[in-house]
């Protein structure tokens, strides 16, 4: 694994873990959220779609603040 990989899984791990804390959960971490979902579009592409409509219903629902 290469220091970027290495970032990157660091990053996401922190982001996750920051997400499900009420008291750190802001619009500002959704989008940075939204800006690694995008940054690994690639792997994403894997993922069968209905899982991924889950997992934003969910993350949607759980959002202390209303998304647009």
Do not use: H, W
């Amino acid at each position: 694994m290469n220091k970027v990989e290495l970032l990157n899984q660091l990053l996401i791990s922190k982001l996750i873990e920051d997400l499900n804390d009420p008291n750190k959960c802001t619009p500002g971490l959704y989008q940075a959220a939204r800006g690694i979902i995008n940054d690994n579009r690639d792997k994403l592409d894997e993922i069968p779609t209905d899982s991924l409509d889950s997992l934003e219903s969910r993350l949607i629902s759980k959002a202390p603040f209303k998304l647009k």
